[in-house]
């Protein structure tokens, strides 16, 4: 039974389209985060939600919006996506705000 | 300076070997340190945590933290192929600030 799930595994696009990462947990965790990796595996910290309040806003392109139907959800959407957004998006959990949490397997996103 | 240093390495080691992979930090404000090792192509997973200067062991996994030096270090004791992977050093801060950095990770191989 997986902790944090994320769909779709892998999204092949193409420049300029509107694409939407799910990801669900179903730990009763308080907190959810978006993560980017990149292609040198260098993971930073994207989004983070606790209770479904914007907690965490980092600096990135506001193509990127992240959206908190409920605790148990965070999705992450991308308008007019560009080749630079190429990389494996992870969400994670954590049942506080220290980050400490459980990750999803990731969703590969390559923008051609 | 950026805020956490990690040798990407690669790192190559017989089975058996003793494995020591550390990180620097520059703000002392950070007070929780975490490890997390990641197979190619899943999700990072958390090994270790821990908030005190000090040793923490778990099983073969000891990691240590020296707070005057601001140096994290991951010992693995009697390797093995399975603990072939990437090891991440994470660190929170927790003084008003919910992120947590992640160092670029260190790729480990351990050769049969």
Redesign the interface.
Known sequence: DTA?SQTPKYLVTQMGNDKSIKCEQNLGHD?M?WYKQDS??????MF?Y?NKEL??N?TVPNRFSPKSPDKAHLNLHINSLELGDSAVY?C?SSQD??????????T?LTVV | QKEVEQD?GPLSVPEGAIVSLNCTYSNSAFQ?F?W?R?YS??????LM?TYSSGNKEDGRFTAQVDKSSKYISLFIRDSQPSDSA?Y?C?I?S?AGS???T?G??TKLSVIP
Not at chain 1, 40 to 45: H, Q, R, S, T
Not at chain 1, 97 to 106: E, I, L
Request: glycine share 14%; hydrophobic share 35%.
């Open positions: 944090v907190t985060y040198k595996k260098f993971l930073k910290i983070s606790n907690i965490i980092e992870f994670a705000r220290r980050g400490h949490g459980f990750f999803g397997q990731g590969r | 990407p929780y975490m997390y990641q192509r899943k999700g990072p997973e958390l945590y990437t991440l994470a929170f927790g919910y992120q947590l992640f670029k990770g």
